[in-house]
């Protein structure tokens, strides 16, 4: 197996890249296809069938597993019309609204959209931590978030973190009287914290942990779902009406999804290169590489769960996601919304083929050991 990339130390710059849409069946993913066994269980082959699948944000390591899912679509005879995002909450909103059938939001923001009355349905989940949480430099004094007691904590007001700040402090045991909060604008906070000017910030940890590293500098984050605020990352959504609809391409499109999670599990290499040949502009950055890496990386050190390892790839604990919403809902919801019952905007029915054997899994904590060490 290629061992994954260690995280270059390069300062980073974002790259443009303009909307358009990338369908194929590249030679890094045609290689994919030939090192996973897959056996479709329903064939569209006789006319290929079109669906659009929305992306969150830019493509980027995090969400690279899409890309390595194309080949594993093709052979179900899907041609899969992956477009960028521009954020969950809007990729949720153009689900729902049958803009595209298909879409990978972060789950919180389809519940926040669920409240809203949009209908929304999640397939499969394919990131099982949003890496929200406090972000501390490893050679800081803050040892545990019970440290924070007294310190300077830099937060971006309107990150999605944000909100759930002082529910982290409550139920860490962290004494937030004494904290002194500075609100920060999201391109300087990270360098706030590089240069001491806070002790710590509050972040999703696949945004700040990547720009950290690329200074020099190695991070350490204390994750919200670690203290009782478990929030699920990306799934794959689509529409009650749609999955009603087309029930069978439903099933095909979540198994190929699952399908192209675990061939990124076990071949990272493989899957960035994926990424790279259907996005050709994302390799314009001159660390672009070093960067999806360390995405990928941090992704998949939160992979390695009882959801995905006890059950299958893709699976959803209904009771977490009942506690999401909970959650979510008393923390966000305005005069007017309504809880959603949780029950109604999940299904596991078409997860529970994909799975990875014990061996396999030992695979994936070895060889992103060096990611779970930052998180905790």
């Not at 056996?39 to 493509?59: E, I, Q, R, S, Y």
Request: include cysteine; glycine fraction near 8%.
């Amino acid at each position: 197996m290629a061992k994954h990339r260690k995280p270059d130390t390069t300062a980073t710059k974002s790259g443009g890249l303009s909307r358009r849409k990338f369908v194929a069946l590249t030679g890094a993913g045609a290689a994919l296809a030939a090192s996973t066994a897959f056996v479709p269980k329903t064939v569209f082959a006789a006319k290929k069938t079109t669906v659009k699948l929305t992306l969150g944000w830019l493509p980027q390591g995090t969400t690279a597993w899409t890309y390595a899912a194309l080949p594993f679509w093709e052979k179900e005879g899907i041609e899969v019309l992956i477009e960028k995002g521009s954020g969950s909450a809007l990729a949720a909103q153009q689900i729902g609204q049958g803009q595209y059938e298909f879409g990978v939001p972060a789950s919180p923001n389809a519940i926040q959209q669920a409240i809203k009355g949009l209908p929304l349905l999640n397939l499969a989940t394919v990131s099982y931590d949003t890496s929200m949480g406090i972000v501390v430099l490893s050679d800081s004094s803050i040892k545990s978030p019970k440290d924070l007691a007294g310190k300077t904590v830099g937060s971006t007001l309107t990150s999605g973190e944000y909100p759930f700040l002082q529910a982290f402090y409550e139920n860490a045991g962290v004494d937030a009287s004494g904290i002194k909060s500075v609100a920060l604008d999201n391109k300087v906070r990270e360098r706030a914290v590089l240069d001491g000017l806070v002790d710590a910030i509050s972040a999703f940890g696949t945004s700040a942990v990547p720009k950290i590293l690329a200074a020099g500098k190695t991070p350490k984050v204390f994750l919200y779902s670690k203290f009782g605020l478990p929030f699920y990352g990306n799934s794959l959504t689509t529409s009650p009406a749609y999955f009603a609809k087309e029930k069978a391409l439903c099933e095909a499109v979540t198994n190929g999804l699952c399908e192209g999670v675990k061939a990124t599990l076990l071949a990272p290499t493989k899957a960035v290169d994926a990424m790279f040949d259907a996005v050709p502009e994302f390799k314009m950055a001159s660390t672009a590489r070093e960067q999806a890496d360390v995405g990928l990386g941090l992704w998949a050190a939160l992979s390695t769960v009882p959801e995905a390892t006890d059950h299958a790839i893709g699976y959803c604990d209904p009771a977490t996601y009942a506690k999401m919403t909970d959650i979510i809902f008393a923390s966000s919801s305005k005069e007017g919304d309504v809880k959603p019952d949780s029950s109604t905007l999940l299904t596991n029915e078409f997860v529970g083929g994909v799975k990875l054997t014990a061996a396999e899994w030992a695979q994936v904590k070895e060889t992103f050991g060096t990611y779970s060490a930052i998180l905790s």
